[in-house]
Nanobody, 118 residues
Framework: QVQLVESGGGSVQPGQSLTLSCKIT????????LGWYRQSPRGGRNLVAT???????EYSESVKGRFTISRDNAEHTAYLVMNNLNPEDTAVYSC????????????WGPGTQVNVSS
């Protein structure tokens, strides 16, 4: 059974940084793509960043230049480094993994809260 668990959320002031981690277990040797979504208090879930099994990355316009997604395949862990945070980044951040080759199944973590306020 594939499971994902996020960590690293917390409360910070504007301009500060946080690094989120997403640990994947149970995927065996199956390849997977990874990504982060966030859901803000105002509602709506938005894609933040993705990284493919080949290491290709994409970002939403709102975080481009401030956030960096990466992965450590040996540790089965994805990271989201978030710099220069602002109050609009406040949200629950959830990671997902699309596991498989021809047929891909998406698995989700429970999410971690990020609060940015002065």
């Amino acid at each position: 059974q594939v499971q994902l668990v996020e960590s690293g959320g917390g409360s910070v002031q504007p301009g500060q940084s946080l690094t989120l981690s997403c640990k994947i277990t149970g995927s065996g040797s199956s390849p997977y793509d990874l990504g982060w979504y966030r859901q803000s208090p105002r509602g709506g879930r938005n894609l933040v960043a993705t990284i493919t099994r080949h290491g290709e990355t994409e970002y939403s316009e709102s975080v481009k230049g401030r956030f960096t997604i990466s992965r450590d395949n040996a540790e089965h862990t994805a990271y989201l480094v978030m710099n220069n945070l602002n109050p609009e980044d406040t949200a629950v951040y959830s990671c997902y993994a699309d596991v498989g080759i021809e047929m891909r199944i998406r698995y989700w973590g429970p999410g971690t809260q990020v609060n940015v306020s002065s």
